[in-house]
């Protein structure tokens, strides 16, 4: 059974920085695609950035300079490292597997 496991969110002020985890077990994670998607209260799920099996990588235009997404193949593991944070990155923030499964989400608040 494959399984993606969060973590890493939490309060920040803006201006600050978080790193999202997401763990992946079960599944061949070196031959997927990853991305990181968010949804915010009253909104649909969104884009936030995604990965391929190469590393090329996409982004929202919302978070593009501000935000990496990278991964680890030996851990199986894909991070989210956003900086500069803002208000409007409040979400609960989800990885996914090749868009074929999903995590429990992580909240992150940004707020003073």
């Known amino acids: 059974q494959v399984q993606l496991v969060e973590s890493g969110g939490g309060l920040v002020q803006p201006g600050g920085s978080l790193r999202l985890s997401c763990t992946v077990s079960g599944s061949r994670f070196s031959i997927y695609g990853m991305g990181w998607y968010r949804q915010a209260p009253g909104k649909q799920r969104e884009l936030v950035a995604g990965?391929?099996?190469?590393?090329?990588?996409n982004y929202a235009d919302s978070v593009k300079g501000r935000f990496t997404i990278s991964r680890d193949n030996a851990q199986n593991t894909v991070y989210l490292q956003m900086n500069s944070l803002k208000p409007e990155d409040t979400a609960v923030y989800y990885c996914t597997l090749g868009h074929a499964v999903w995590g429990q989400g992580t909240q992150v608040t940004v707020s003073s």
């Open positions: 990965i391929s099996s190469g590393g090329s990588t």
